[in-house]
């Protein structure tokens, strides 16, 4: 039947709308030789679902679009009679029937377009009448949601009362016990500060012959001190350079290295000096590119880099560097106000007035005829705060270097440097400690907390120390005082034994008078008697304050018992009135459930039939949502099995790995940032992007904010945060056909905290979206591989979640070879800063809705206080430009760069690699 010529072209015009640009789409996909006839010059994969629209409106009357038109119409009118009968057989009346089945088709805001399509149009009485009882029904349909809605609530909040109850109650009984474990301690403490006076020491003997220690500086030892490695000086035919620098920045924050002197392959640097005749390129170049190594400015250190023609211009250069870890440029310092290497000592010792700019400093005086002697320290033997530098006092030892001014390089900015990469064999050794110095440090790192954690540390008596002290592993500590002090075993025990007799002379408190008392003691009983009755008043005297506040502890524990007893009472009360709202719901919940029970029969008996029935089920799917129906074929299977629909959308959650001392503990989110790092590199990630990727995934999982991961290794990439966060713990959810509520419902059923949804766009699942994202309590990060077909998706897909395009990410294949790590359990969790909030101004120009842009704000703060070093390229590449592209806003974003008022800071290197997608500009 010719249906669409019963139409005016305004009706013809709605009746396209409903069926939907995408569907024309599809049919001139279909048919393209037709499609040609109709619009030439345009191929049908190429149109914007708008264009297609436009164009079977403009064209409906052509015979390949009327036809088609009239067959889909055709069936939607009988699926509509044949719902209509269905209900009427269930036992609905022909206007409850009509109602609910208009309410439910594609027609529910065209209801005389369906009248006039059947050639029985209504009049605009009878058109409101149907519109009304429309109404009615949605309004009870929205009532029995609310109803539902209530109940599930009030059924939640009776939860969490009870768990609140028997909270309560498990914390009572832990004060309870925390009371108890109080008071007996309190009397431990009673106890052992009475017996403390009764207590007898024994007195060590005194030292009897004074160890040798500091033997001469042999030569062996002496070359324990030589730095000297030929292996690593560049070679003579070697196409890099090897180049003193130093790290600045210019106006828009960008780093260089600023070149001062080449290392040749013999080892001796000499000062570079550029030929202003040439220009500065290539090995003239006195400025170099910055990549990686220290970044503080004014840092001097040692880079390898090389040159090569640009493939743009090849009269001007690419540099290619990287920091040299082998070699560390030792930096000059002479002292004019010492006149020896004791003096200087004293010096560094005190602190001086000097920032170091290298990692290894020689601290040298001038002793006379160009000669310099001095102190090689690197940065572990030496500290400097607020500029000031002293020697660290886990420094043993230090090489004495002796050398002349011929040796040293100076820069036109006032530095010096040692002329060699390589300080060598020193002349001597400076000790900066004595024996008994070494033995003490040596004692007390060997205390460990482990041990000490073991005794209360407010009953810090002489027994205990000296029992402490004996606990020590001597024969570890002889070795190590043997090797500090360079001396033989037996001298080494001797040096121990010295430094135990002090202790014990200056806890003990021993002394001739001491010898003369006790003798006397012995030797009258009256005296001892007397003496006792004196110590123990004064001992009580003197410990009147202890036992004092032991007393106000234990009837403060006591007072807290009483409260936490009632506080019990009030629980219970509580836990009564709980009850009692529970059986009053459970009143309610049974009420409302005999009203569902003619909902819940029909419902099921329609499912058996569609289950019977698969050509009648899919009809149906005409009447939910409004979601057009595609007709595949005439001929369909008589039975569905319904497992295979949960076949269609599988969801599967993935174990913790079992071995953890195989993963990487997580202390802080700066060790989940670096094993994430670490796991992108296997997924294929870019080493530049590596670090900011990371820190934007651990900021969106603090926030639990969903991300859509666009283009290649984007599965690859959700994979490898998985194990560098959870021990490979996640779940996984494949959309595929038409949307399955059984495996929505099994999302974090097993604890999974991290879903990575798959093939997201599918059509039977976008309208789900927030279903699937209900539980606020999940990171999820959906993926697809074109990053095309995003445009086309509805803006408000990103209030739910955000864009992240990875082909400008990665550059390799992923390996899929992921450890992974875990949160150990003294993890630091996130606290949000204080401090005022960064936001992106720019945002405002791209047309975002205020949530999106709320989102996009929040999840930069996080991971600007997770990681510092967050750069502007950083936040462009996560938070900008994903966002512009996906809403289509490029062209806006290039004239924001363009702007300087705008605010857009990126490198340049980033401007270069983004003008294939913003333009020249």
């Given amino acids: 039947m010719n249906y669409i010529g019963l139409l005016t072209k305004e009706e013809k015009s709605t009746l396209c709308e409903i069926i939907t640009g995408k569907e024309f789409k599809e049919l001139f996909k279909r048919n393209e030789q037709e499609f040609a006839k109709v619009q030439k010059g345009f191929r049908a994969k190429s149109l914007t679902e708008q264009h297609a629209l436009s164009i079977a409106i403009t064209n409906i009357d052509k015979p390949f679009i009327a036809t088609w038109v009239n067959m889909r119409v055709e069936h939607w009118l009988k699926k509509i009679e044949e719902n209509i009968a269905k209900l009427e057989g269930e036992g609905l009346s022909h206007g409850a029937a009509l109602a609910t089945t208009m309410l439910d088709s594609f027609f529910v805001n065209n209801v005389e377009l369906y009248f006039k399509l059947t050639g029985a149009p209504l009049d605009t009485d009878a058109c409101s009448n149907l519109y009304e009882r429309m109404e009615d029904i949605k309004s009870e349909r929205a009532r029995n949601v609310e109803t539902s809605n209530r109940i599930r609530s009030m059924e939640e909040e009776n939860q969490r009362l009870s768990n609140q109850v028997e909270e ?3 914390s009572i009984n832990a004060i309870k016990a925390e009371c108890e474990k109080k008071i007996q301690e309190i009397e431990q403490d009673k106890n052992q500060l009475a017996s403390l006076l009764a207590e007898a020491q024994a007195k060590i003997s005194e030292l009897q012959t004074a160890p040798s220690a500091f033997a001469s ?14 292996s690593i000086l560049p070679s003579d035919n070697a196409d890099e350079i090897v180049s003193l620098c130093s790290v600045v920045s210019d106006y828009n924050g960008q780093k260089w290295l600023i070149r001062y002197a080449d290392l040749n392959n013999n080892g001796h640097y000499y000062i570079f000096h550029r030929n202003e005749d040439i220009p500065p390129y290539f090995t003239n170049r006195d400025k170099i590119f910055y990549k990686d190594g220290p970044s503080k400015d004014g840092f001097y250190g ?3 880099w090389s040159a090569v023609p640009n493939e743009n211009d090849p009269s001007k250069d690419y540099i290619l560097s990287r920091y040299n870890t082998e070699i560390d440029a030792i930096e000059l310092v002479t002292f004019t106000q ?5 003096e200087l000592v004293s010096l560094l010792k005190e602190g001086i007035n000097y920032q170091p700019h290298s990692r290894r400093v020689m601290f040298s005086i001038y002793t006379s005829n160009g000669q310099y002697t001095g102190i090689l320290c690197t940065a572990k033997e030496f500290n400097t705060v607020n500029e000031k530098t002293n020697i660290s006092e886990d420094c043993i030892v230090v090489p004495v270097y002796e050398f002349t001014g011929a040796d040293v390089i100076h820069l036109d900015n006032g530095l010096s440097f040692y002329g060699n990469a390589f300080a060598g064999l020193p002349s001597k050794l400076y000790h900066l400690k004595s024996p008994l110095d070494i033995v003490k440090d040596i004692v007390l790192s060997s205390i460990s907390w482990a041990t000490y954690k073991t005794r209360d540390v407010t009953r810090a008596q002489y027994k205990t120390f000296k029992d402490f002290i004996d606990a020590i592993p001597v024969d570890d500590i002889t070795c190590k005082i043997r090797a500090a002090c360079r001396c033989s075993d037996p001298a080494a025990k001797e040096l121990l034994d010295e430094f135990l007799s002090i202790v014990w002379q200056y806890v003990d408190g021993d002394s001739l008078e001491d010898e003369i008392i ?4 012995s030797a009258n009983t009256e005296l001892q008697e007397k003496a006792k009755e004196l110590i123990r008043q004064d001992w009580e005297k003197e410990n009147e304050r202890l036992l004092t506040e032991a007393q106000k502890k234990l009837d403060l524990l006591r007072v807290e018992l009483k409260s936490a007893a009632e506080d019990l009472g009030k629980a219970q009360e509580a836990f009564n009135k709980t009850k009692a709202e529970d059986e009053r719901l459970s009143d309610i919940i049974a009420e409302k459930e005999k009203l569902a029970d003619g909902v819940e029969k029909a419902i099921a008996e329609r499912i058996q039939k569609a289950r019977e029935n698969a050509a009648d089920f899919i009809a149906s799917m005409a009447f939910v949502g409004g979601q057009p129906v595609q007709i595949v074929g005439t001929t369909t299977p008589t039975s569905v099995d319904a497992a295979s629909e949960l076949d269609m959308a599988v969801y599967r959650t993935f174990p913790e790995f079992e071995h953890f001392d195989e993963l990487e503990a997580h202390h802080s989110w700066a060790d989940v940032i670096n094993t994430a790092v670490f796991e992108l590199a296997e997924a294929g990630v870019a080493e530049q992007y590596r670090s900011g990727l990371a820190a934007f995934l651990c900021a969106a999982y603090i926030e639990k904010q969903p991300l859509l991961l666009v283009g290649p290794n984007a599965i690859d990439i959700a994979q490898a945060f998985c194990a560098a966060v959870t021990a490979h713990k ?10 399955v509520r059984q495996a929505i419902e099994k999302i974090g059923a097993d604890g999974e905290d991290i879903v990575i949804i798959n093939n997201l766009l599918a059509g039977g699942w976008m309208n789900r979206l927030p279903e699937i994202l209900f539980q606020k309590d999940i990171f999820y990060m959906a993926t697809h591989p074109y990053a095309e077909d995003v445009q086309v998706e509805p803006k408000s897909l990103y209030s739910f979640t955000l864009p992240l395009f990875t082909e400008f990410l990665v550059d390799k294949k992923a390996t899929g070879k992921y450890y992974g790590g875990y949160f150990s359990d003294d ?20 047309g975002l809705s205020s949530l999106v842009r709320s989102k996009i704000n929040s999840l930069m703060a996080t991971i600007h206080n997770i990681y510092p070093s967050t750069t502007t390229d950083d936040d462009f590449l996560f938070f900008i430009f994903p966002i512009s592209y996906a ?12 702007d300087p008022q705008k605010s857009i800071e990126i490198s340049a290197n980033l401007k270069r690699d983004l003008q294939h997608v913003l333009g020249e500009n």
């Fill in 827 to 846: 993890f630091k969790p996130y606290l949000a800063g204080k401090g005022a909030r960064k936001e992106l101004t720019i945002l405002s120009k791209l």
């Fill in 217 to 230: 500086d042999d030569a062996d030892y002496l070359a324990r001190f030589d730095d000297t490695d030929a």
């Fill in 730 to 739: 996640h779940g996984e959810l494949y959309c595929e056909g038409g949307c």
């Fill in 887 to 898: 809403s289509m806003a490029i062209n806006e974003l290039a004239a924001a760069i363009a």
């Fill in 518 to 521: 006790r003798s006397a003691l």
């Fill in 338 to 342: 010492a006149a020896s290497l004791d």
């Fill in 168 to 170: 309560s109650q498990h």
């Fill in 302 to 304: 040692i880079w390898t």
